[in-house]
């Protein structure tokens, strides 16, 4: 079996996977959620392609080539950062093929070359294509065109293997976020710095404009260009993901003796204060909740510190986004993976009845007073004038109870057990769960629209209220909402032990 029959068999492998997943038939209504907010977006792409073609043709000033290429650097940059939202953490069915007779490469050689065909690639190509089709085949013909789209692609593909490569070492440690955050600072800071004194330091446009005259001039080195940083991006990710794919499979656990803080004071709680306890413990002392948590309060720093220091985000629309995004960060990233961890231990929360709505109600208790860190890092925002504190107190309101309320139905659907330590090599197939993401998106959508909304009708104040009634209501009503949920899950109870003991 030669290399491409060994790629093209593992590919078949991967699929059939996916295909016998329990998640499959369980994603079909989602996916098709999904489906229809995606062509939403790529209808709303189409739309920016005409506005933007129809600028440049007014403007005789401005070459259409030269004008698409500087947008480069900022359609990669939302690029990489929406595919932390899109892509799925990164990883490899490995395991299986260990002991086989085929090269050591060839799982990860098929790995990557799969993320290079994936169809998320080609999203872009509905801003570029109609746009090419508006500007640039009309003054400059078909080849200049065809050109610039190749090139766009082949940039697209090195983003996509940035973002692995970044996304792998971020799954190592945090610290790895200084790579793409010093980055991002060092392509933008001509920017930055032309903002700052008022005087062009650096010519931001000068190395997009040479691209563009190269191109126009029928001097084609930015393909090859182009090609190499994908071939030496390829190397690196291909060497990365191997070190940490064996370092992973030959991990060895080593116990460390240590204190171990006895949380004495949720006792009080009862039952209630004990899975509080397991709640806290499982983050402090497992890699992948500690991490995510972690990264979930930096999120909210950083954040806390653009909206507190900076006015980018001072229209009403983006007021409404970023405080509702501040607040729901951390439900986005540890809620929405409700019960997936606890796939590695849920025979132990089944002996007794009722434990798994006691564990609901503890995580709800925790999560709610996790929402204190935004709120308090908002307050600066309250205090110079900026926001309204009625405002910042009925969002939180909000998202404690609209948005859990949401994301907590994800207890009924998560049924792949997500492993504590480890990071890379996966388990099993079918990495993505449409109702996760079509509760994610529901979870920013629906109040930003609703908020929205009551402010073309009715004042700031009365739309705030409103907003903080409709909270209130789904957190004095939590008891009846947690039960049903707790009641589905038992209903599907031992379809959901079979998925959880089947990806673990």
Known sequence: MNRLQLFLQLRRHRKLADRRSMDFSRNKAAKWIVYIVSSVMLIYLMGFAVMFSLIVNSDRTTDSVSFVMLLAPFLLTIDFFFRFIAQQTPSQLVKPYILLPIHKYACIDSFLLNTLLSEGNLIWMFFLVPYALMSIVFTHGLTISLCVLLLYWILILCNSQWYLLVRTLINDKLLYWLLPVTFYLLLYSPLILSAATD????????????????????????????????????????????????????????????????????????????????????????????????????????????????????????????????????????????????????????????????????????????????????????????????????????????????LFQLAVFNRRTIPLNTKITGTNGMENNYWQIGIQMAAFIIPITLVSLLESCVSNMVAYLTMMVIGIIFIATRRFWMRNIYQRMMSRKYEMLEGLHNSR
């Open 199 to 406: 005087t062009e330091v650096i010519s931001f446009e000068a190395p997009y404009n040479a691209v563009a005259e190269a191109l126009l001039k029928g001097h084609p080195w930015p393909l090859p260009a182009a090609l190499l940083l994908l071939a030496v991006l390829l190397m690196v990710n291909r060497r990365l993901q191997r070190f940490y794919i064996m370092k992973e499979i030959n991990r060895t656990t080593t116990t460390h003796l240590s204190h171990v803080s006895t949380f004495g004071f949720l006792d009080r709680y009862g039952d209630l204060g004990q899975y509080l306890k397991l709640e806290v413990k499982s983050i402090m002392r497992n890699k992948n909740p500690r991490l995510g948590f972690i990264f979930s309060a930096c999120v909210v720093v950083v954040m806390s510190a653009f909206i507190a220091l900076t006015d980018v985000y001072d229209s009403p629309f983006m007021t409404n986004f970023w405080c509702f995004y501040n607040y729901v960060i951390f439900g986005s990233m540890l809620i929405l993976k409700i019960m997936s961890y606890e796939g590695n231990y849920i025979d132990c929360l089944m002996i007794h009845r009722e434990n798994i709505l006691q564990l609901l109600q503890a995580k709800y208790a925790f999560y709610s007073v996790a929402l204190l860190l935004p709120f308090t890092l908002m307050l600066p925002t309250v205090f110079s004038g900026k926001w309204s504190l009625l405002m910042v107190i009925s969002y939180g309101v909000f998202t404690a109870g609209f948005q859990y309320f949401l």
